[in-house]
T-cell receptor
Framework: GENVEQHPSTLSVQEGDSAVIKCTYS??????FPWYKQELGKGPQLIID?????GEKKDQRIAVTLNKTAKHFSLHITETQPEDSAVYFC??????????FGAGTTVTVRA | DVKVTQSSRYLVKRTGEKVFLECVQD?????MFWYRQDPGLGLRLIYF???????EKGDIPEGYSVSREKKERFSLILESASTNQTSMYLC???????????FGPGTRLLVL
């Protein structure tokens, strides 16, 4: 089955700086890569996703890049704000209805 | 907006009890999922359902069963709760044609 590894497990950044989270996957058949943000006491919320036919996608301060050859994808958050503090999960879907998740990254934005 | 609701936010049960967790979605999604979330392990798939009355085992189905009698409702059943089933349980749904999964707020279950 698919195996997704996520790094780092914790990330502390100064407000205004950038944050980068990296994930690798094992199944070359995976074709959909969502990122979820989970705030305390809430369920994961989709923040951005990318499909295997696209190398990069951007939505305001958030961007995701995908390198299919190396089987890794990354989340970039620019100009971080206190409300960006949360747990972030990457995931990979090999088109078999299953999402395989990384272990999560706890992001803390220091004011 | 897609809405996925879960019957309880917090539950406390005793070892050996039968536990029912319910999930309802309002977007006519065919596919529904149950995950458990534990620190450092991410989300792990317990069971999922392609459609009404259909179910498939996920990665960690032992000790759990599910029921999908209506399209909008997917139930997770712990036949005999054990302390190692203390966890956060998350329900999700999606339509067959689009891979995006939408999650409910979660149920935090404590088994004593």
């Amino acid at each position: 089955g698919e195996n997704v590894e996520q790094h780092p497990s914790t990330l502390s950044v100064q407000e205004g700086d950038s944050a980068v989270i990296k994930c690798t996957y094992s199944d070359s058949a995976s074709n959909y890569f969502p990122w979820y943000k989970q705030e305390l006491g809430k369920g994961p919320q989709l923040i951005i996703d990318i499909r295997s036919n696209v190398g990069e996608k951007k939505d305001q301060r958030i961007a995701v890049t995908l390198n299919k050859t190396a089987k890794h994808f990354s989340l970039h958050i620019t100009e971080t704000q206190p409300e960006d503090s949360a747990v972030y999960f990457c995931a990979a879907d090999s088109n078999d209805y299953k999402l395989s998740f990384g272990a999560g990254t706890t992001v803390t934005v220091r004011a | 907006d897609v809405k996925v609701t879960q019957s309880s936010r917090y539950l406390v049960k005793r070892t050996g009890e039968k536990v029912f967790l319910e999930c309802v979605q309002d977007m006519d999604h065919e596919n529904m999922f149950w995950y458990r979330q534990d620190p450092g392990l991410g989300l792990r798939l317990i069971y999922f359902s392609y459609d009404v009355k259909m179910k498939e085992k996920g990665d960690i189905p032992e000790g759990y069963s599910v029921s999908r009698e209506k399209k909008e409702r997917f139930s997770l059943i712990l036949e005999s709760a054990s302390t190692n089933q203390t966890s956060m349980y998350l329900c999700a749904s999606r339509t067959t044609s689009i891979q995006t999964q939408y999650f409910g707020p979660g149920t935090r279950l404590l088994v004593l």
